[in-house]
Antibody
Framework: EVQLVESGGGLVKPGGSLRLSCAAS????????MNWVRQAPGKGLEWVSS????????YYADSVKGRFTISRDNAKNSLYLQMNSLRAEDTAVYYC????????WGQGTMVTVSS | QSALTQPASVSGSPGQSITISCTGT?????????VSWYQQHPGKAPKLMIY???KRPSGVSNRFSGSKSGNTASLTISGLQAEDEADYYC?????????FGGGTKLTVL
């Protein structure tokens, strides 16, 4: 079964850091680009970042550029999002999703930034 | 990276058809045939319903169809069913970024 499972969410204070992980299974992870998409409580979807299959191409939304870093380990079938200098407005459910068409999504992991 | 424009809500009765519009610019929707649509039920992850403007993934009902004209994409759902009640989001490739619409809440009356 093709599956993505996020982890690493939690409560963090403003200015703090958090690292999210996304474990992939059921497909050849190294062949696909990957994305992070977030959804603030009661709000719409917001694309955060994408990374190509070999990590050659990396893109970020303006709202997170300079604070977040996307990476992947194809040997471990895993995608990561390092989040630094967190703000209250980063509070959201963070989803990982496969390919540019976002055809497979994980269940999401909640990140809450609050003092 | 401005959001695409969708109506906040649409509604229809069972069996009817509805269309949700998604308006972008010449930098996103108008430049690429890479618009996709997602269905999201409360508390669930989004599900891909349409990609590349009009293609349906395996397993998605043919009641769902997509189209594009200029800077506006559209999702049409025919033969509305109760289970279609959900939030719908459009999404477009925009060069070095991806942009979503604000979402449309579909109510089946």
């Amino acid at each position: 079964e093709v599956q993505l499972v996020e982890s690493g969410g939690g409560l963090v204070k403003p200015g703090g850091s958090l690292r999210l992980s996304c474990a992939a299974s059921g497909f050849t992870f190294s062949s696909y680009s990957m994305n992070w998409v977030r959804q603030a409580p009661g709000k719409g979807l917001e694309w955060v970042s994408s990374i190509s299959s070999s990590s050659s191409y990396i893109y970020y939304a303006d709202s997170v550029k300079g604070r977040f870093t996307i990476s992947r380990d194809n040997a471990k079938n895993s995608l990561y999002l390092q989040m630094n200098s967190l703000r209250a407005e980063d509070t959201a459910v963070y989803y990982c999703a496969r390919e540019a068409v976002l055809n497979i999504w994980g269940q999401g992991t909640m990140v809450t930034v609050s003092s | 990276q401005s959001a695409l424009t969708q109506p906040a809500s649409v509604s229809g009765s069972p069996g009817q058809s509805i269309t949700i519009s998604c308006t972008g610019t010449s930098s996103d929707v108008g430049s690429y045939n890479l618009v996709s649509w997602y269905q999201q039920h409360p508390g669930k992850a989004p599900k891909l319903m349409i990609y590349e403007g009009s293609k349906r993934p395996s397993g998605v009902s043919n009641r769902f169809s997509g189209s594009k004209s200029g800077n506006t994409a559209s999702l049409t759902i025919s033969g509305l069913q109760a289970e279609d009640e959900a939030d719908y989001y459009c999404c477009s490739y925009a060069g070095s970024s991806t942009v979503f619409g604000g979402g449309t809440k579909l109510t089946v009356l």
